[in-house]
């Protein structure tokens, strides 16, 4: 965290270094993170349109022509309470809307229940649902794009169901802890689910993998990478110390 005061006169500037604070021996040397700092006139909605400026012009790779897509998105008619059939018949409607993309967002995974926003259950799995999608995600997907739309889904590759253990293919060890015990997030509360640490380059290949086959066999053009968790794991055997975590689980991402 940075906090930083202006008085008109001098200004100061507080670092909080939670989880980035990396332990050295003699002789070690550490590159920080980038950082950047940015002048501004006028609140706080200011400072976040200059930055958004900022990130645009210099940070972000070049947009596709027409971007931002108007786009169909799922979670907000049917939370997880979807299927085939009936996502076929909104894809209609979106299309005759004139929407640009339509993208299938939580509940689509092996595990998960149209159960409403309960959207934990299967985590992990990132294998379609067959029991939603009976001739499977890549029929679907073509069907958007005969529609003329392009088609996107949703993951959240740090954040696991802890019964998809033993059935995706990422291991226990490789889970964030803080002080010793498994960190996530209390809901949805019909599942226990925990964060992986992204320090580990053993859960960097694993994601690049199955994420990045995922994308490469629907044809994906809008992949949301949602995350709705954050701790700092103390793990020194992930690749990164007790006190740098944080860092590190950035760097993975």
């Known amino acids: 965290r940075t906090d930083a005061a202006c008085d008109g006169r ?29 002048v501004y006139a006028g609140d706080l909605d200011e400072a976040v349109a200059v930055q958004h400026d900022y990130h645009r012009q210099v940070l972000s790779p070049p947009l596709p022509d027409g971007f931002p897509w ?28 004139g929407m640009e ?75 964030l802890t803080h002080d010793g015990r498994y960190s996530g997030p209390d809901f949805p509360q019909d599942t226990e689910t925990a964060w992986l640490c992204y320090g580990d380059a053993r ?3 694993w994601a690049i993998d199955v994420i990045g086959e995922l994308v490469d066999s629907l044809d994906v053009e809008w992949l949301k ?3 709705n968790y954050w701790d700092v794991c103390t793990d020194p055997n992930h690749g990164h110390g007790a006190g740098d975590g944080e860092e590190a689980q950035l760097a993975g991402v």
């Open 10 to 38: 001098a200004t100061s500037l507080d670092l909080a270094p939670v989880g980035i604070a990396k332990a050295l021996a003699p002789g070690d040397r550490w590159t920080s993170p980038t950082l950047f700092f940015g």
């Open 70 to 97: 108007v786009q169909y998105n799922t979670w907000f008619s049917y939370l997880t309470d979807y299927d085939d059939a009936r996502l076929r018949k909104e894809v209609d409607i979106a299309a005759e809307l």
């Open 203 to 205: 859960a960097q290949e």
């Open 101 to 175: 993309i339509f993208y299938i967002d939580a509940g689509w995974y092996l595990g998960n229940q149209a159960n409403d926003w309960h959207f934990a259950g299967g985590l992990g799995n990132w294998r379609e649902n067959r029991d939603k999608f009976p001739d499977g995600i890549k029929a679907f997907a073509d069907y958007v794009r005969g529609k003329g739309m392009r088609f996107g889904i949703w993951v959240e590759p740090e954040r696991v169901d802890l019964r998809t253990a033993t059935t995706g293919t990422w291991k226990t060890d490789w889970l």
């Open 225 to 227: 990478w949602d995350s």
